[in-house]
């Protein structure tokens, strides 16, 4: 009898490993199903062929399902990929689990954080920068700040000058989302990585990402995190989701709110997603999307209105042509309801995905990082 209880308990154990394992993905579904149209999937990665230069991986979630996916050999599921500036997304929301545990507040100043590295004399604009300011890209800053191995990261920024007063000027700046990574572990004693892991990546099922650090130990925070194709199409499904998953609300729904609505103004070109209004850590983007991006084509675009996720990894200088082919041939492919299935359609779709390469003459664009790295 005990030995019978031992295997069924044994039995019950497995079945309640392998049902965590098949949550850790994305649940699948045909493009029809879930109300896309496979032929303009199968376009968009046939025209996304012809225009950029070049493309890593790219995966389609509709209503919370996959329904489609491609990597261009040798890249794969399983591997990795450089986020580049998509890391700052991930970033910003390890400042809004912080201050939804109480240990911050988005209008304490920067220079509260950091008493031993702020310079000798300070000036009357960097006591007005708050970490809201690093938020939005707005510090007052006319360039950015330059990191060096010389001189600890933290100094270097609160040393650099701040013309403009925090909050009335928009310039993109790296180094400010590091500041946001050493504020993160200054009040949790821990890197954002590590402090991400049990409320972020470990429920997504994000295995084993890594962040580059400075060499102080902080996570750099604007760049430098790694994580799989899928892993980008979670967190911008979670962010779909208002902050919630499996049930449990992770990100405060507020704080996505806040993240991913226009804070302060970029420009004024209707035509360039680029100029759309930026959050915290996030861009908006025109047709009513948001995102997360990186240099050279790194994606985690945001559709409420068509209830779906465009997660890519590229190699591309032109990140604004990548975004023009997903709204001239994704955007048409939504539907409101399911389609009727069309299997001609659905395996001219799966043997394009099935056989992607990257060109053999591509040439990989470099980027020199802050801190030379």
């Known amino acids: 009898m005990k030995r019978i209880q031992f295997f069924a308990a044994l039995s019950l154990i497995w079945s309640m490993s392998l049902a965590s394992a098949a949550d850790v993905r994305l649940p699948r579904s045909t493009p029809e199903e879930q109300g896309v149209s496979s032929k303009a999937v199968r376009e968009f990665v046939e025209t996304a062929n012809q225009k950029i230069d070049t493309l890593h991986s790219f995966m389609l979630v509709r209503h919370g399902h996959v329904v489609a996916e491609g990597w261009w050999k040798p890249e ?40 031993e590295d702020a310079p000798e004399k300070l000036s009357d604009k960097l006591k ?19 990191f060096t191995a010389d001189t ?8 650099h000058p701040v013309p403009h007063k925090p909050g009335a000027h928009f310039q993109y700046n790296s180094p400010a989302t590091y500041m946001q990574s050493a504020i993160v572990q200054k009040v949790t004693g821990q890197t954002a990585l590590d402090y991400l892991k049990p409320r972020l990546f470990e429920p997504l099922g994000i ?40 049930g449990k609300q992770l990100i405060p729904e507020s704080w996505v709110e806040q993240a991913t609505s226009k804070q302060v103004s970029n ?37 409420p209105e068509q209830d779906a996720v465009v997660a890519i990894t590229a190699d591309t200088r032109d990140m604004q042509a990548e975004l023009n082919v997903v709204w001239d041939k994704l955007l048409p492919a939504f539907q409101s309801a399911a389609l009727p299935a069309s299997a001609e359609e659905l395996e001219r779709l799966k043997a394009l995905l099935a056989n992607l390469n990257v060109p053999e003459n591509h ?11």
């Open 76 to 115: 794969s599921p399983d591997k990795p990929h450089v986020l580049h500036s998509l890391s700052k997304s991930f970033c910003s929301t390890a400042v809004g689990l912080a201050v939804a545990e109480g240990k911050l507040s988005i209008d304490d100043p920067v220079l509260k954080f950091f008493p």
């Open 128 to 146: 007005q920068m708050r970490v809201r300011d690093l938020l939005t890209m707005s510090t007052g800053h006319e360039t950015e700040p330059k």
């Open 152 to 159: 600890p990261w933290v100094k270097s920024f609160l040393e």
């Open 207 to 246: 295995e084993n990402p890594t962040w580059m650090t400075s060499p102080q130990g902080i996570s750099t925070g604007g760049w430098g995190l790694m994580v799989r194709t899928e892993d980008i199409a979670k967190f911008g499904q979670l962010y779909l989701q208002k902050g919630k998953w499996n």
């Open 267 to 303: 420009g004024s070109d209707p035509a360039r997603d680029w100029d759309q209004g930026y959050g915290f850590q996030f861009w908006r983007c025109r047709h009513g999307a948001y995102r997360g991006d990186g240099a050279f084509g790194q994606f985690c675009v945001v559709l």
């Open 363 to 373: 040439v990989p664009n470099t980027l020199k990082l802050p801190g030379n790295r």
